[in-house]
């Protein structure tokens, strides 16, 4: 049974700092690339950074280059989201996908609100 299971959200003040964990099973970890995506009230969901399956490749959206950090642990069947200065327009419901080929896996999503 595959299982994607996101954690880590919460609320977090602007320019802090918030780890985001994704903890799948189920598949060959490994043999998927990854990628974080969010989706903030009324708005489309939007991704925010990907990272290949031996982890050599990393991508990220112009508006969280710079803060963000997408890693991930194969050993641990998990990728993470290090957020770093975080914006209260980074404010949004975060979600992990799994991808390879045609094969995909969502999580349920972990919330995120930047406030003071």
């Known amino acids: 049974q595959v299982q994607v299971v996101e954690s880590g959200g919460g609320l977090v003040q602007p320019g802090g700092s918030l780890r985001l964990s994704c903890a799948a099973s189920?598949?060959?970890?490994?043999?998927?690339?990854l990628s974080w995506h969010r989706q903030a009230p009324g708005k489309e969901r939007d991704l925010v950074a990907s990272?290949?399956?031996?982890?050599?490749?990393?991508n990220y959206a112009d508006s969280v280059r710079g803060r963000f950090t997408i890693s991930r642990d194969n050993a641990k069947n998990t990728v993470y989201l290090q957020m770093n200065s975080p914006k209260p327009e980074d404010t949004a419901v975060y979600y992990c996908?799994?991808?390879?080929?045609?094969?995909?896996?969502w999580g349920q999503g972990t919330k995120v609100t930047v406030s003071s």
């Open positions: 189920g598949f060959t970890f490994s043999s998927y690339a």
């Open positions: 990272i290949s399956g031996l982890g050599g490749s990393r």
């Open positions: 996908k799994a991808v390879r080929g045609s094969s995909f896996y």
